[in-house]
T-cell receptor
Framework: GAGVSQSPRYKVAKRGQDVALRCDPISGHVSLFWYQQALGQGPEFLTY????????KSGLPSDRFFAERPEGSVSTLKIQRTQQEDSAVYLC????????????FGPGTRLLVL | DAKTTQPTSMDCAEGRAANLPCNHSTISGNEYVYWYRQIHSQGPQYIIHGLKNNETNEMASLIITEDRKSSTLILPHATLRDTAVYYC????????????FGQGTRLTINP
């Protein structure tokens, strides 16, 4: 079956541009997570949705980062006025319920801010 | 979440068993041990998890010490495709839990 998909796979932005990263979770998965992975580091949590409700956004690094999941399926991570330090791989993961269950990750979007 | 300690890197010969250790001395009774791996340029992939009993699936075996303060992931017959960064993660049983990744162990399988 289809796994988690993310688009675009690669994004180059000029500093100051806004970007939108899309995540399509596995169909029927209630929980959706976003992670940020800097080069050579492990992924770091950004935010978590249960259906359309954003229950945890404690990992978002600044108010330039915004995530939504309006219909409880597809999610978009938006970064406004991108900075060079935003360059990273952005990973999306989903799980059936989120209750201590396996998270299934997408391939990530590699963002490069010049 | 409990902090885990893993070796930075390990090497293993193809066809041999790869044994990856993880220390989690501060683990609490309601925390699972999860293992994920990340092959270059891919998202993390679930391998196995356990609470206090040893576990085995088609990918690996997980050995958890009786005091639960450490565990070992065993890949019984490593192949070149097992070259990846392996993460040992603690996560509590109840509630949706973000995964707290450390640096992981970079495992290289040599031909």
């Amino acid at each position: 079956g289809a796994g988690v998909s993310q688009s675009p796979r690669y994004k180059v932005a000029k500093r100051g541009q806004d970007v939108a990263l899309r995540c399509d979770p596995i169909s029927g998965h209630v929980s959706l997570f976003w992670y940020q992975q800097a080069l050579g580091q492990g992924p770091e949590f950004l935010t978590y949705f249960q259906n359309e409700a954003q229950l945890d956004k404690s990992g978002l690094p600044s108010d330039r980062f915004f995530a939504e999941r309006p219909e409880g399926s597809v999610s978009t991570l938006k970064i406004q006025r991108t900075q060079q330090e935003d360059s990273a791989v952005y990973l999306c993961a989903s799980s059936f319920t989120g209750m201590a269950e396996t998270q299934y990750f997408g391939p990530g979007t590699r963002l490069l801010v010049l | 979440d409990a902090k885990t300690t893993q070796p930075t890197s390990m090497d293993c010969a193809e066809g041999r068993a790869a044994n990856l250790p993880c220390n989690h001395s501060t683990i609490s009774g309601n925390e699972y041990v999860y293992w994920y791996r990340q092959i270059h340029s891919q998202g993390p992939q679930y391998i196995i998890h356990g609470l206090k009993n040893n576990e085995t699936n088609e990918m690996a075996s997980l050995i958890i010490t009786e005091d639960r303060k450490s565990s070992t992931l065993i890949l019984p017959h490593a192949t070149l495709r097992d070259t990846a960064v392996y993460y040992c993660i603690m996560t509590i049983i109840q509630g949706a839990q973000k995964l707290v990744f450390g640096q992981g162990t970079r495992l290289t399988i040599n031909p």
